[in-house]
């Protein structure tokens, strides 16, 4: 079936380190991938997005790389700070409306 | 920066009673939604609303919730006759277009609505 879905549950970081979040889509028709993250009590915040014409987006410290080929999508976040603890999801425009568990990043001092 | 705002923040509300959910989405937005979570649960889509109607729901929308434009600038969901898994955050969101054509869906921070 269809999904987004994430490799790992949990990943931990130590503070200043780079940060590697995975997804993994199915729909080969999506175009159009979101990343999100969600601190603990608030809503899904936007955080980069990239349209299937590109490989690589760059943001602020954030940086989204897309293969088509094995429809992955990976969310990279450089010297990682205690602020970016958080769940990060991904979102591919077939299935905007459903969100996967997440990846919920936890940052060491 | 534009932002989608939700009242009340928080609710406590005896099991049976109505509640409201109040949101303004953003203004030059055009399609609006509604999400749930669970405490330590995923996000769930609830409602899509386009053109003064329903375009999508889930099956979690049922005869008990319901949703309504009242004037330009709200949007609002309506509770009817709450039960202790109502419980739960819930998000308001909008986006400019629909995300099949690669539009963001923006989301609010939340009502967090407890019923007892």
């Known amino acids: 079936g269809e999904s987004v879905g994430l490799h790992l549950p949990t990943l931990s970081v130590q503070e200043g380190d780079n940060s590697i979040i995975n997804c993994a889509y199915s729909n080969s028709a999506s175009d159009y991938f979101i990343w999100y993250k969600q601190e603990s009590g608030k809503g899904p915040q936007f955080i980069i997005d990239?349209?299937?014409?590109?490989d690589k987006r760059q943001g602020q410290r954030v940086t989204v790389l897309l293969n088509k080929t094995v429809k992955h999508l990976s969310l990279q976040i450089a010297a990682t700070q205690p602020g970016d603890s958080a769940v990060y999801f991904c979102?591919?425009?077939?299935?905007?409306?459903?969100f996967g568990t997440g990846t919920r990043l936890k940052v060491l001092a | 920066e534009p932002e989608v705002t939700q009242t009340p923040s928080h609710q406590v509300t005896q099991m049976g009673q109505e509640v409201i959910l109040r949101c303004v989405p953003i203004s030059n937005h055009l399609y609006f939604y509604w999400y749930r979570q669970i405490l330590g649960q995923k996000v769930e889509f609830l409602v899509s609303f386009y053109n003064n109607e329903i375009s999508e729901k889930s099956e979690i929308f049922d005869d008990q919730f319901s949703v309504e434009r009242p004037d330009g600038s709200n949007f609002t969901l309506k509770i009817r006759s709450t039960k202790l898994e109502d419980s739960a955050m819930y998000f308001c969101a909008s986006s400019e277009g629909t995300p099949n054509s690669g539009n963001t869906i923006y989301f609010g921070e939340g009502s967090w609505l407890t019923v007892v």
């Open positions: 979102a591919e425009n077939i299935l905007l409306y459903i």
């Open positions: 990239i349209r299937s014409n590109m």
